[in-house]
């Protein structure tokens, strides 16, 4: 099956970008969840972090200023060197 990932970012040119495998537990991962700073986002995060904690992830919580702007350069790295797994919360 095909599936296309579409990135909401004002790219010009179309960028390929590998599906990395996802992991066949959670248990004991450490498991990032990005708030992109939109309403209630938090609270489906919250929800999240208890279920996943439940599962025996190590969860940690990161959030972007604003959700108007890509992730600052500091935070995306930050993201990157201590985290397994990165959940990005959208919502409204």
Known sequence: MTRFV???TGERRVTQR???????TIGGKRVGLLDISKPRG???LDRLES???????????????TFTK???????????????V???ALAD
């Open 42 to 44: 938090d609270v489906f």
């Open 70 to 84: 890509p992730a600052p350069v500091d935070l995306r790295h930050e993201i990157a060197t201590q985290c397994d």
């Open 6 to 8: 579409l990135d909401p």
């Open 51 to 65: 279920r996943l904690s439940e599962a025996g992830a190590r969860v940690q919580r990161f959030r972007k200023p």
């Open 18 to 24: 590998l599906r990395l495998e996802r992991p066949s």
């Open 86 to 88: 990165i959940i990005e």
